[in-house]
């Protein structure tokens, strides 16, 4: 049974960092294009960040300069690690894998991680 799996999430203020990690459970390897999405209450999902396994990275204007994201392949896991947290970043966080091409945010994603929770407070 394949399935992601998101864990790191929590409660931090301002300014601090957390790391997330999916893990692609069931997978034999870790699939093409990878991509962190967030959702917060009474808003669109939005799309964070992606990686594709050739290395091509994309991050949304919102975070970039704060938010980077990494994939260990030999782990099947994918990461992000968030710095300069703002309080605007509080949501769900989910992580979504396409085993093919195009690597682009908003493209249709096959598989989802059940989410995990960050809260960034003033």
């Known amino acids: 049974q394949v399935q992601l799996v998101e864990s790191g999430g929590g409660s931090v203020q301002a300014g601090g960092s957390l790391r997330l990690s999916c893990v692609a459970s069931g997978y034999k390897y870790l699939p093409y294009c990878m991509a962190w999405f967030r959702q917060a209450p009474g808003k669109e999902r939005e799309g964070v960040a992606l990686?594709?396994?050739?290395?091509?990275?994309r991050t949304a204007d919102s975070v970039k300069g704060r938010f980077t994201i990494s994939r260990d392949n030999a782990k099947n896991t994918l990461y992000l690690q968030m710095d300069s947290l703002k309080p605007e970043d509080t949501a769900m966080y989910y992580c979504?894998?396409?085993?093919?091409?195009?690597?682009?945010?908003?493209?249709?994603?096959?598989?989802w991680g059940q989410g995990t929770q960050v809260t960034v407070s003033a």
């Open positions: 979504a894998a396409a085993e093919d091409t195009p690597c682009v945010l908003n493209r249709r994603f096959g598989r």
């Open positions: 990686i594709s396994g050739g290395g091509t990275i």
